[in-house]
């Protein structure tokens, strides 16, 4: 018997890092996914990656008619929705400092970042009243909760935004059966950052260097505690910060 047997979830990001390996396990756990990202194609690829019942859909999270299509698509084929995983992200290259970022960088993060998570719960939360229940989990991010001086100013905002959603939805709903919770990953080996920190090795021996544990987490150990979130072992969740970060948040001076 599956972890998550008999539900239905849709993955947003699902075509590639993360979100792609949600899609893969929790079909591997017994639910049945949407996964949905900007890129169509690397939706399916997902799709057909996973072991279980799986379909792509095209989305753009910052696109508030999209939203409300890909729930419906998913509703319409299995019938209904369970588990929400906001996951769809981006931190460009040109979100930087606060005196080097652009007020349209700014925005552009913000638009999928911040707005996308909002549309997802806003179009989403119906679906899970219908069902009795369900579960919420929105990708934040340890930049949420600490500082760095490699600013990515707008990334760090829009992550403290959905922290914040988070519990906010998760007071509001949490007698209607519904749980919220905001998984804050920590440095992940993703595509998303390598593009951040590029070909050079110094840039990421600076932020190495206060990880605890010593390296970058691999996409499987942070969809492996957002498997947790969205089955019913996680039943007293509710509003939490689930931080899944190597020790980079309790860190003062780590080990040589």
């Known amino acids: ?85 906001n996951n769809a992200g981006i931190s460009p290259a040109d979100d930087a400092g606060i005196l080097e970022t652009s007020a349209e960088a700014w925005q552009r993060v913000q638009d999928v970042n911040t707005k996308g998570v909002f549309l997802c719960c806003k179009h989403g939360i119906p679906h899970l009243l219908e069902r009795g229940g369900g579960s919420v989990i929105n990708v934040a991010s340890f930049a949420a909760i600490i500082g760095a001086a490699t600013s990515q100013i707008s990334y760090t905002a829009s992550k403290g935004a959905v922290l914040s959603m988070s519990r906010e939805l998760a007071v509001q709903f949490a007698r209607q059966n519904i749980r919220v919770n905001a998984l804050c990953p920590g440095t992940v080996d993703t595509p998303l950052l390598r593009g951040i920190w590029g070909e050079d090795p110094a840039a990421a021996q600076r932020r190495l260097v206060h990880i605890p544990i010593g390296r970058l987490a691999q996409p499987r150990e942070i969809v492996s505690a957002a498997l947790f979130l969205a089955s019913d072992e996680s039943s007293y969740v509710n509003g939490a910060t689930f931080v899944v970060d190597g020790g980079v948040t309790a860190a003062y001076v780590t080990p040589e």
Not at 40 to 54: D, F, I, M, N, V
């Open 1 to 85: 018997m599956g972890r998550l047997d008999g539900k239905v979830a849709v993955i947003t990001g699902a075509g590639g890092g993360m979100g792609r390996e949600a899609a893969i396990l929790f079909t591997s756990a017994g639910a049945r996914v949407c996964a949905a990202d900007v890129d169509l194609a690397a939706a399916e690829e997902t799709a057909s990656a996973c072991g279980g019942e799986a379909f792509a859909h095209a989305v753009d999270v910052a696109d508030e008619d999209a939203v409300v299509a890909m729930y419906a698509a998913a509703g319409e084929r299995f019938g209904g929705i369970d588990v929400l995983y």
